[in-house]
């Protein structure tokens, strides 16, 4: 059963960055991803990303500020967040989708995830 460990987040300051990381372990996972909640709000797709790496997909409030990349030897996924805003403010959520649909499929919903970290609480501060 694949497990999803993340690391990251915490407390910055608007226009700040943060970096995430999720590393995969005991099974086989596919496409990848980011998402956000938060407190009375849906899940929301932050970023996904193919199994190749090749495709890369990110929620539309995203506008070229953050970067989803992984490293396939080490069954990481990168999340760099860039131009923090009080928006961005949210729980964090690593997924992986255990279907296969091909090395460049990405998902975008967060039904198609099955296995999700922990989650990681990223506050920022005006």
């Known amino acids: 059963q694949v497990q999803l460990v993340e690391s990251g987040g915490g407390l910055v300051e608007a226009g700040g960055s943060l970096r995430f990381s999720c590393t995969a372990s005991?099974?086989?996972?596919?496409?990848m991803g980011w998402f956000r909640q938060a407190p009375g709000k849906e899940r929301d797709l932050v970023a996904g990303i193919s199994m190749s790496g090749a495709v890369r997909t990110y929620g539309d409030f995203v506008k070229g500020r953050f970067a989803i990349s992984r490293d396939t030897p080490s069954d990481t996924v990168y999340l760099e967040m860039l131009s923090l805003e009080v928006e961005d403010t949210a729980v964090y959520y690593c997924?992986?989708?255990?279907?296969?649909?091909?090395?460049?499929?990405?998902?975008?919903?967060?039904?198609?995830?099955?296995?999700w970290g922990q989650g990681t609480q990223v506050t920022v501060a005006s």
């Open positions: 997924a992986a989708d255990t279907t296969d649909n091909g090395l460049e499929y990405t998902a975008r919903r967060a039904s198609e995830y099955d296995v």
């Open positions: 005991g099974g086989k996972y596919y496409a």
